[in-house]
């Protein structure tokens, strides 16, 4: 199925969901307050009102009613969507519409949506994309020391020696990186799992090693997976995987992350 025709459907499905009611767990989580489970304890706490009144597990909502957590007014201005994509070489993570090669060009999807953690122009894999600019913030801080996997291809073999200080720590760009986990999965390649996002870092600690990246994609995000999508396709992220993904990030920070200062691989 094209890209055109796929943003036909989802244009269709949001037109449908939003013209009715939702669930309310629902509609708390696709504001980016909580996941649904998160919602209906704090609906069972007797925290939650419409229009005034205490709401109850199952209460649905309306376009228009009012919704508060507490004092607090929570608004749906429109779906949230998460995106899982897998960004092929040479598509760029911008929002520059100059650029031609734009990830937002290239995918054209019918809402406004930004990526979750650059991808450099030669690397490709999973990118996440979302409206959502509290689940970015909270992904992309290095303090939270949330998990990025890579699959990397290297011109020369990989040795022990080579896994033993890339796992340990390389000196770029004025700082030494974060301890992380590295296996040899091929005699050319290695699995690497990173909890910072330095500009290049992995192209950057393999160059300092003597070694060159030839092919590198990245494989999961935290809890979201790449899993067998073909380059240039994206799906949805599951309701599962958003459960587990507020989970993850419940604790974390929000201060906002400038989009330019992440670039991996």
Sequence with gaps: ?????????????????????????????????????EADKLIEQGRVTVDGKRAVPGTKVMQGQEVRIGKKVISRQEEMVVLAVNKPRGIVCTEERRERDSIVRFLNYPIRITYVGRLDKDSEGLLLMTNNGDIINKMMRAGNHHEKEYKVTVNKPVTEEFLRKMASGVPILDTVTRPCVVDKIGKYKFRIILTQGLNRQIRRMCEALGYEV???????????????LKPG?????????????????????????????????
């Design 233 to 265: 396709q994206y799906r949805k992220v599951t309701d599962q995987e958003l459960n587990e993904l507020y989970e993850q990030i419940r604790n974390s920070s929000n201060v906002t992350v400038h989009q330019e200062d992440r670039i991996d691989g």
């Design 1 to 37: 199925m094209g890209l055109k025709v796929t943003n036909k459907i989802e244009q269709q499905f949001k037109n449908r969901e939003n013209a009715g009611a939702v669930r309310l767990n629902k509609y708390l989580s696709e504001s980016g307050v909580c996941s649904r489970r």
């Design 214 to 228: 030839k092919e590198l994609i990245r494989t999961r995000v935290m809890n979201i997976e790449l899993g067998d």
